[in-house]
């Protein structure tokens, strides 16, 4: 079908400075501040890519490889709740040790390069036991998210803690945290009082007090010390966004939520559509309603659905692929500032006296939300997708930021049920810009689309895209894109980032799944393996690179498939290395994680690792990995039932010797899944039909027998109460209690 679309009226946008509250120097003399359409760093662009990762969900042991894995991945920026109730369980008794170390997981940020958000309450939410709230404030003589004394004089006790645990590390004073979020969707959400829920379905306060809350909050925070670039608050909901705080938005497509009352099918949500969110008087399908002017404020997001966790009453796999989708859906919106919930799995703490401190209707353990990075460090497709994104926008944030949203007319109020219109949005300004397409939808069966064509009227000329592309994709597509003095005037393919070989520029692309890879360049330039100004892709090729050369002005270009991009990590600067495994880099060298005993890896330029060299290829060199013998190869998991749905698991001994970690993966069919260790809950999993995976490094040293329970997939159930006394009997008709299989998986790690 033939899509036409104007863009002879877009220019670039117009940012304006926010002010002395969105502005800091640090020591070192470098700036950060935030205007109306992107953050800046010493007055350039820059693109945020925030992940979530809760250090108090997981063992400290872990933390620094997950983000360099985060780093890897593209993000710059690690959020982090600080609930309330992992460090002050007990009135008055504040623990920063172990797991819920503040301090130590913000200085591994800082040398990595990450900066930090600290998400400080006092209400997180994150499915925590009363969204962070301790328990014992509910006993209080006051109400708590309400400007009354005694809640804040907590309030404040909770920011001066936790400012303590920082000090000295806020970008002012040389350091890596630049925001701070005050309370979580304050007027827009609560969480269970989970000392009442399911007798009285009793829900902690979400506030009444408007800006004069948070602003209040927000003063607070600066006399404890928790000083940062910015202050952000939540920006979705009836949530209250003061002038001076940046407001953050996001989205999830899976919705766990809708089915504590619902009974029904989830609907398809309106995520996947393309909407304007920095123009005035813009009509959306979703909850973009702010209390603002929208070309007023940046477009930022902290909780764009990176995963989701099942709920009791919602079991569900996650696409993995809803979620560079929704991303790039974002980007193409106006966002230029990414933010994935969560981005890094964990596992919830056990309180001090055995109390669960998550929320009722989730895994008492298991938070691995099924994120880009999994609870015990799994790499999903998830972030092998996501990154390619991530480089994108940080190799050409000065190009991108300042670019404006156009959309075709209706784009915006597009069914979300409909796959037969094609969805399509650009960012230009006004010269120069980048196609949207977006093939997925969540909760609907997408379909391949074969010839499309987007005809973009520019000032310039027109300019037509005829592609196809594969069920579940999506795309960016450049147009009058400068590649160091040489225009390109489109391409079936999308940009990545650009590399430095042999004192030339090398621009990176990949072509998305469906599509026919192709380059038109202006008419002076000539390519070196067509001797013209095109160049089209060969079908099922792996990696093409060709020079692309005007006068004095010359190019590299390197297009590998989506198969192979997916693989792509960029390493030192300067160098590709491709694996489907976890890439690790720090100042000793490259890394990898991986539960493969043999690693095939490629790399660009041709002789960019070490190591035994398998050959290479016109453009990639390609090395052999190998690990040593696992010391548990051979060794015999020892499993045994002994009552219905009840299983012992004998591991066996030196089961984690020379290796990183094993994890046990369990197949079965049931209700839930609960691992136990000498009595005490080390994991569970409610049933979804994927394998559940338990990490062991944890419990090393450790009794060696565990003990899982599957609880039973009841149909029919009943609790009969026809007694005269107090007896009740559960009846049911039929029950599913089954484990398929157990397996261990060595994890190997290898200096490359």
């Not at 890519?49 to 890897?72: A, N, Q, T």
């Not at 990696?543 to 989506?562: D, P, Q």
């Amino acid at each position: 079908m033939d899509y036409k679309l104007s863009l002879r009226d877009a220019a670039a946008v117009e940012a304006r400075p926010l002010g002395e509250a969105f502005h800091s120097r640090s020591k070192d003399g470098t700036e950060l501040s935030v205007n109306s359409y992107y953050m800046e760093k010493d007055g350039q662009p820059f693109f945020g890519v925030s992940g979530e990762f809760h250090f108090s969900r997981m063992e400290p042991w872990r933390w620094e490889d997950e983000l360099i894995k985060m780093k890897l991945g593209g993000v710059n920026i690690v959020a982090t709740y600080v609930f309330w109730n992992h460090h002050e369980e007990e009135e008055g008794c504040f623990d920063f040790t172990g797991r819920r170390d503040l301090g130590r997981f913000v200085k591994l940020c800082q040398k990595h390069g990450l900066y930090v958000i600290l998400r400080c309450g006092p209400f997180d939410h994150g499915e925590a036991r009363n969204g962070g709230l301790p328990d014992w404030l509910y006993g209080k003589p006051f109400e708590v998210r309400k400007l009354n004394e005694g809640f804040l004089s907590y309030t404040r006790r909770l920011y001066t803690e936790i400012a303590g645990q920082v000090k000295g590390m806020f970008f002012k004073d040389g350091g890596p945290v630049i925001g701070v979020q005050i309370d979580n969707e304050y007027m827009a959400s609560s969480a269970p009082w989970e000392m009442t829920t399911g007798i009285s379905n009793e829900w902690a306060f979400g506030g009444d007090e408007g800006e004069e809350y948070l602003l209040r909050l927000k003063g607070l925070a600066a006399e404890c010390g928790l000083t940062p670039v910015f202050y952000t608050c939540t920006g979705w909901g009836n949530a209250p966004t003061p002038d001076s705080m940046l407001p953050l938005w996001g989205g999830y497509a899976y919705r766990p939520w809708l089915f504590y009352s619902h009974k029904g099918e989830h609907p398809a949500t309106e995520q996947y559509i393309y909407q304007d969110y920095h123009k005035n008087g813009i009509a959306c399908t979703d909850d973009f309603r702010p209390h603002y002017a929208p070309e007023d404020r940046p477009y930022a997001c902290c909780e764009m659905g990176g995963g989701m966790m099942c709920s009791y009453n919602y079991r569900f796999q996650l696409p993995y692929k809803s979620v560079d989708a929704m991303a790039a859906v974002k980007l193409a919106s106006g966002c230029n500032f990414l933010g994935y919930y969560m981005y890094q799995g964990g596992s919830n703490p056990i309180g001090k006296n055995g109390q669960y401190l998550n929320e009722s209707q989730v895994c008492k353990i298991s938070y691995d939300y099924q994120a880009a990075l999994g609870e015990f460090g799994q790499v999903r497709e998830s972030y092998r997708r996501t990154k390619l994104l991530h480089y994108f926008v940080r190799a050409f944030a000065g190009i991108l930021c300042p670019m404006k949203t156009v959309l075709p007319e209706g784009a915006s109020l597009i069914d979300p049920n409909d796959v037969d219109t094609l969805r399509y949005a650009v960012r230009t300004d006004g010269h120069g810009g980048f196609l949207f397409v977006n093939n997925f939808q969540d909760h609907v069966t997408a379909k391949d689309r074969l010839k499309e064509t987007v005809t973009l009227d520019t000032k310039e000329g027109a300019i037509t895209f005829r592609f196809g592309i594969a069920a579940e994709e999506n795309a960016i597509l450049p147009f009058n894109m400068d590649l160091g003095g040489i225009k390109l005037v489109q391409a079936n393919a999308q940009p990545v980032t650009v590399l430095e070989k042999d004192g030339r520029d090398v621009y990176v692309f990949f072509i998305p799944r469906g599509m026919r890879g192709s380059f038109t360049f202006e008419e002076k330039a000539k390519i070196d393996i067509s001797k013209s100004s095109t160049y089209v892709c060969p079908e099922n090729f792996t990696a093409e690179e060709f020079t692309v050369s005007k006068g004095e002005h010359s190019a590299g270009i390197l297009v590998l498939s989506r198969e192979l991009a997916e693989q792509m990590y960029i390493a030192g600067g300067n160098r590709l290395v491709f694996t489907d495994e976890a890439l690790l880099e720090d100042k000793n060298g490259l890394r990898l994680e991986t539960v493969k005993a043999e690693n095939h890896i490629c790399c660009y330029p041709a002789n960019a690792l070490s190591g035994d060299a398998q050959g290479r290829s016109e453009v990639l060199g390609e090395y052999l990995y190998r690990v040593g013998q696992w010391a548990g190869a051979g060794k015999k998991l020892s499993v045994e039932q002994v009552a219905p749905g009840r299983y012992t698991l004998d591991i066996p001994d030196g089961l984690l010797e020379g290796v990183k970690d094993v994890r046990l993966q369990i197949d079965y069919s049931g209700d839930i899944g609960s691992l136990f260790l000498n009595s005490r809950l080390i994991s569970d999993n409610f049933a979804n039909g994927a394998v559940w995976e338990v990490g062991l490094r944890e419990f090393a040293g450790e009794h060696n027998q565990l003990v899982l329970y599957i609880t039973p997939l009841k149909e029919g159930a009943n609790v009969n109460v026809d007694s005269g006394m107090a007896a009740r009997v559960e009846e049911v008709g039929g029950a599913v209690a089954v484990l398929h299989s157990v397996e261990l998986c060595p994890v190997y790690e290898i200096e490359l």
